[in-house]
């Protein structure tokens, strides 16, 4: 069975340039998340879905950042402008359903803002 | 808010030494705990978990119990592989306690295991 797939995996950018990522979620899993990992910390949620609903975007930066879940299942984090702090590793999750299910990670993808 | 705190990398360790990573959280509600773990290169692996008081999380050697009455859930392994070098990060899922439906993360253990 195929894990999380994210894209890219790495993506270098200039500050104040959009930038986009990509996530599809394991087969059958109807909640997915996007969180952020900043480096030598651990992930923080951003926002979360279930099927194509963002039911927990309390944390998303709403001012440059966005996130669409087309009909629940691929899922596009973007950001636009970008700024300099916004350099992390950007991690996508899924699950069945929610709460105590065991969340399945992508790879990541890594940004780098210049 | 929920919270997670894990001791401070990195722990450095010969092979087939004991090996304990101490976590403890803060949580509103009741929460489920996890264990995950990062390997050089690759993304976030769920190692173990334990969904309620006194049960015992084990994989590949791995065990962590969770204790209510200290806020607990310290890892642990008897004989440690070089292989076993990685990031380790603790986690819980508390919605109830209406924290974010999803994980909080500690800020992670890099455990280096020398041959």
């Known amino acids: 069975e195929a894990g999380v797939v994210q894209s890219p995996r790495y993506k270098i950018i200039e500050k104040k340039q959009p930038v986009a990522f990509w996530c599809n979620p394991i087969?059958?899993?109807?909640?997915l998340y996007w969180y952020r990992q900043n480096l030598g910390q651990g992930p923080e949620l951003l926002i979360r879905?279930?099927?194509?609903?963002?039911?927990?975007d309390s944390q998303l930066p709403k001012d440059r950042f966005s996130a669409e879940r087309l009909k629940g299942v691929d899922s596009t984090l973007k950001i636009q402008p970008a700024e300099l702090g916004d350099s992390a590793v950007y991690l996508c999750a899924s699950s069945l359903a929610s709460s105590t299910d065991t969340q399945y990670f992508g790879p990541g993808t890594r940004l780098t803002v210049l | 808010g929920d919270s997670v705190t894990q001791m401070e990398g990195p722990v450095t360790l010969s092979e087939e030494a004991c090996l304990t990573i101490?976590?403890?959280?803060?949580?509103?509600?009741?929460?489920?705990l996890f264990w995950y773990v990062q390997y050089p290169g690759e993304g976030l692996q769920l190692l173990l978990k334990a969904t309620k008081a006194d049960d015992k999380g084990s994989n590949k050697g791995f065990e962590a119990t969770y204790r209510k009455e200290t806020t607990s859930f310290h890892l642990e392994k008897g004989s440690v592989q070089v292989s076993d070098s990685a990031v380790y990060f603790c986690a819980l899922s508390d919605p109830v306690g209406g924290g974010a439906d999803g994980l909080t993360f500690g800020k992670g253990t890099h455990l280096i295991i020398q041959p």
């Open positions: 101490n976590c403890t959280y803060t949580a509103t509600g009741y929460p489920s």
């Open positions: 879905y279930e099927n194509e609903e963002a039911v927990d």
């Open positions: 087969s059958g899993h109807n909640t």
